[in-house]
């Protein structure tokens, strides 16, 4: 094992500190870390997926406003994540910071929130790149074995991911930065070929609020309502969606160089990196529509619909092509976040067979036993529950991960943790947490409205099930990570 792992002596010791050593192969630069929660993030997934969902709310207004506005409240939780995490990066993140700031009760339920969130994650990731896919190149399954093609098809996906996850961070890396590469690269494309092909801008679309819901009338994104104000904050899951995954660079940071420093830079960058240029191209692909209503009519298939439309077939296609590979690449580092999630928490007993779940292949450096367990969990989560709910569901479940330990901080922070690391917000930290943690409220309560209402059931049961496990079993066997004793 120790010829898999370079020496870094900052780090290790600073690891030490957090009472663990280096296990994992730690070769990832600053731009790979940020590269990862890029990746996650990819505008080209969930910004092109769930456009719809903007689009068939408030219309244009939900699109030019709400994807800005929603971005800075993921860019405030990106900045108190930050803070918690120059001071301790470990591959937990989240949960860790729970532990430490909050209390085991607070680390043991932010990690099963963080764990569930990512391993949905990954199955609505999945799940939106076949069906983009299909509809993007015309592909009609027969409609008796339809169902079956598309469990094959996201479930294959899925273990393929998990292939290049078991054999190590260095082919992961690779594979991850190329897929930065490919989201700037395809977005400034995509962006460009639209501007350039749309003959007249209509840029108060940007701005005009109209009512969408019981729209398309072949499915309606949102049920018929009048109130144009809460169709306005519906539309909002299509960022939130979309700004999602960028606690990567916190579970990958003890496989990342300068972590301290390079962890919370990634966080920060790949959020306002994504919100800035997914921004720009889902504007473009608004003004490109022949017009709103008619994008409106489409439904899901509305983002390669006004592609097709406005682009010569050669470059429609191949863009279309990119887009998928995007989304593919998207997964793959989904199952990287969620299972070094999954070892941290095994490492310190939090799962059921944790001595199986923490190992480390001596060959390649990686937990491949938890890189099977999230991508297997995923693929079976696929099958259950419909694309459209499995996004509202990692959507809150996520965010709830993000806060709690932010939440948790802001009381800590200067009475019971001192210790801050390189990068800190100062004075600014509280207030922004207090922002943070309603803003995932307000989150909570529209992630579970119809048609998602499915999602109070499997979070709420979620919420039940954590509950009877911690005071039943939990509250006494589990320890916490090490650092709970020590000092901060």
């Not at 400034?188 to 969408?212: D, I, M, P, Q, Y």
């Not at 240029?277 to 489409?298: H, K, N």
């Not at 709690?404 to 004075?427: D, E, I, N």
């Not at 059931?457 to 009877?468: F, K, P």
Request: hydrophobic fraction near 50%; charge should be positive; proline fraction near 5%.
């Amino acid at each position: 094992m120790a010829n898999h792992i370079q020496s870094h002596p900052d780090d290790e010791q600073l690891l030490r500190q957090l009472g663990y050593r280096q296990e994992l192969a730690r070769r990832m630069s600053g731009f790979s870390n940020f590269a990862i929660s890029l990746s996650i993030i990819c505008i080209l997934a969930g910004g092109i997926t769930s456009f719809h969902v903007g689009l068939c709310s408030a219309g244009g207004a939900s699109i030019g406003l709400g994807w800005p506005l929603a971005c800075l409240f993921s860019l405030t939780v990106a900045w108190t994540m930050g803070q918690i995490a120059s001071a301790f990066p470990t591959a937990g993140g989240l949960y860790h910071w729970g532990s430490i700031l909050g209390g085991r009760a607070c680390g043991w339920v932010t990690a099963w929130f963080n764990l569930t969130g990512l391993i949905t994650v990954l199955a609505a990731i999945n799940a939106g790149t076949y069906d983009f896919a299909m509809a993007a190149f015309n592909l009609t399954p027969p409609e008796a074995s339809a169902a079956a093609i598309r469990t094959i098809v996201v479930v294959g996906m899925t273990l393929s991911q998990g292939m290049f996850n078991h054999y190590g961070i260095r082919l992961t890396t690779r594979l991850t930065d190329l897929s930065g590469y490919l989201i700037l690269a395809l977005t400034a494309a995509l962006t460009l070929a639209l501007v350039l092909t749309t003959k007249h801008f209509e840029w108060s679309r940007l701005w005009t609020f109209a009512n969408f819901s019981g729209l398309p009338e072949s499915g309606a994104v949102f049920p018929k309502q009048n109130n144009l104000a809460w169709l306005f904050a519906l539309g909002l899951l299509l960022p939130a969606y979309t700004i999602t995954g960028f606690d990567a660079s916190a579970h990958t940071s003890e496989e990342t160089i300068g972590a301290a420093r390079n962890v919370p830079r990634g966080i920060i960058r790949s959020v306002w990196v994504s919100g800035l240029f997914g921004w720009i191209l889902i504007c473009a692909i608004l003004l490109a529509l022949p017009s709103v209503r008619e994008g409106v009519d489409q439904g899901a298939n509305v983002v390669h619909w006004a592609i097709k439309a406005a682009l010569p077939g050669g470059l429609a296609w191949t863009l279309l092509a990119g887009i998928v590979a995007a989304q593919y690449l998207c997964g793959l580092a989904a199952l990287t976040s969620g299972s070094r999630m999954m070892f941290a928490f095994a490492r310190d007993g939090g799962l059921p067979f944790s001595n199986r779940l923490r190992a480390i292949n001596p060959r390649t450096g990686s937990p491949s036993v938890a890189v099977w367990v999230s991508a297997s969990a995923s693929a079976a989560f696929t099958i259950l529950v419909p694309y459209t709910t499995i996004a509202a569901i990692c959507t809150v479940l996520i965010y709830i991960s993000y806060v709690l330990p932010v939440a948790a901080g802001f009381f800590a922070v200067g009475r019971t943790w001192t210790r801050l690391g390189p990068w800190q917000l100062g004075s600014w930290y509280r207030p922004l947490a207090a922002v943070a943690v309603l803003g995932c409220l307000f989150l909570i309560v529209i992630g579970v409205q119809p048609p998602n209402q499915q999602a109070v059931w499997i979070i709420g049961s979620v919420v039940g099930l954590m509950l009877l496990v911690w005071f039943g079993l939990e509250r006494k066997r589990f320890k916490g990570p090490p650092q709970i004793n020590g000092g901060l």
